[in-house]
């Protein structure tokens, strides 16, 4: 029985604008046959476990020819896969989504085509440029501007110069020169605006807003991949501007956190406008075989992270328990990320140390303790020894340090050194998190790459690959976050 494939429109980068139906898929799916133009964001949404094929083709490097791509595509359906093709902005405007559905109709192989947002239209509006506006222009005419080495584009100039409305043309940047010779020549007046936008809605986006008489100039040095647009609503890109007044607009963040743990602050960062690409660099799994029975004689219940809380309450339902029994317990927690996921779970923290960090944890409840007190710390196998050694030095005061999960470095979703460059901020939460991420790189050093952390401990890790760390006022999501946002006022 074979498969089926879906091609599927990943967008023009913003993970944002990928489609609720292509995540859906991406989610689903068996295998992911993938472009070059697909947003590194989307990407990093393919579960790590779903099996990846790179097909992507750039100007002068092609992994596959096209023929090779369209028969992956039938080779895994008549395995029985469920495919996804995922390609960069739409794959029926300009892509070779047509081809491919032709080939899989003629051996009956089931398909359907998932729309995406495409550039053409995406990128002017993270400009500001509206390609259709009532006072200015009724149309918009959308070209491939695409050519072979040593060949003319074979546009109709005279046509296009009479059309009016807006003119989009795709993967025409080398051709920029000869476009614009041949407008003027057809009769385009020289005064008309024009623009080029370069990666639109990504951190890297740039624009370029001129005439067309003067955009070849103006735009020497603006690569591919990048759009041209020529008509009078270009002229509007100065007043209708949004993106980049955005605060964190050119950043971009690798959040190394836990999967299930790095939603909020990708979140957070993504609405004031920083590219975020959600890059897992451990997992917390559960230690079924963790023993609690120490727990129902303690006075003292201690969580060291959120990622512990969740776990816990994770293995109170293993076993059939709920939060009745923890009734008699008083509970610390360190750090107010902590002490708030806690407080999801119905429970109440009774004591948050000012500092967070395991010491100063340790020294607050130590003033706490009384004699004949038992201590029962629910952690991760790797947990610091400082607090133990803290608590242990109270006369009279028994520690149960209990692992109840540990901390795995996970394989990654994507290479992260080449997303290394000067805009980008790996965000760290934990010094597992930064051990991960630089054995991911595959480097030793990571001299002079610059790194988001949440406390010292996180920051000093950071520093021994010779990373460049700005560290958050305190252990919480929003101080990780104000912290981003200075990287803008500096």
């Not at 995406?116 to 501007?145: K, W």
Request: include cysteine.
């Amino acid at each position: 029985m074979s498969g089926k494939v879906y091609l599927v429109g990943g967008g023009p980068g913003d993970a944002g604008l990928l489609t609720c139906k292509g995540k859906w898929l991406l989610d689903r799916a068996d295998v992911v046959v993938y472009d070059a133009l697909v947003g590194d964001a989307v990407l990093a949404m393919i579960p790590p476990e779903t099996r990846r094929i790179n097909v992507g083709k750039r100007s002068g490097n092609h992994t596959c020819s096209q023929n090779e791509i369209n028969h992956i595509l039938l080779d895994e359906a008549l395995q029985g896969n469920t495919v996804v093709r995922l390609q960069g902005g739409d794959p029926f405007l300009f892509g070779r989504g047509g081809e491919e559905a032709a080939l899989l109709s003629e051996h009956g192989v089931a398909f359907e085509v998932v729309p995406g947002v495409t550039s053409a239209l995406s990128a002017p509006a993270y400009a500001g440029i509206p390609v259709t506006h009532r006072d200015l222009s009724a149309s918009v005419h959308i070209y491939t501007a695409h050519r072979k080495a040593g060949t003319a584009l074979g546009l109709d100039y005279p046509t296009l110069a009479r059309l009016g409305g807006t003119l989009v043309f795709l993967m025409g940047i080398s051709a920029l020169p000869e476009l614009c010779r041949g407008l003027l020549d057809a009769g385009m007046d020289g005064d008309t605006p024009a623009a080029v936008v370069h990666r639109g809605t990504t951190a890297a986006q740039d624009k370029v807003i001129s005439t067309l008489a003067r955009l070849p100039e103006d735009a020497r040095e603006m690569t591919a991949p990048s759009i041209i647009l020529v008509g009078p609503v270009c002229a509007l890109s100065e007043t209708l501007s949004w993106a980049e007044r955005r605060p964190l607009f050119g950043l971009r963040f690798l959040v190394t956190r836990p999967r299930r743990r790095g939603s909020q602050l990708t979140e957070r960062l993504r609405a004031l406008g920083g590219e975020v690409v959600e890059l897992p660099a451990i997992s917390t799994d559960l230690l079924p075989g963790a023993n609690l029975d120490a727990l129902w004689e303690s006075q003292w219940l201690v969580f060291t992270s959120p990622s512990g809380v969740e776990l816990f309450f994770d293995l109170l339902r293993t076993r059939s328990l709920d939060v009745r029994r923890l009734a008699h317990l008083k509970i610390a927690a360190l750090g107010q990320g902590t002490a708030d996921r806690l407080a999801g779970f119905g429970l109440l923290a009774d004591l948050v140390p000012p500092t967070y960090d395991a010491d100063s944890l340790g020294l607050a409840l130590a003033g706490q303790l009384q004699t004949g007190d038992r201590v029962f710390l629910a952690r991760a196998r790797e947990g610091s020894a400082a607090l133990v050694e803290r608590l242990a030095a109270v006369p009279g005061v028994e520690v149960v340090d209990r692992a109840i999960y540990e901390t795995v470095a996970v394989p990654p979703v994507l290479d992260p050194l080449p997303l290394l460059d000067g805009r980008t901020w790996p965000v760290f939460t934990s010094a597992s998190t930064v051990r991960s991420f630089a054995k991911m790189t595959g480097a030793e050093h990571l001299n002079g790459v610059h790194a988001l952390c949440i406390g010292p401990q996180t920051a000093d890790q950071a520093k021994k690959y010779g990373m460049e760390v700005k560290i958050a006022a305190a252990s919480t999501i929003d101080a990780l976050v104000d912290s981003a946002l200075s990287l803008s006022r500096d």
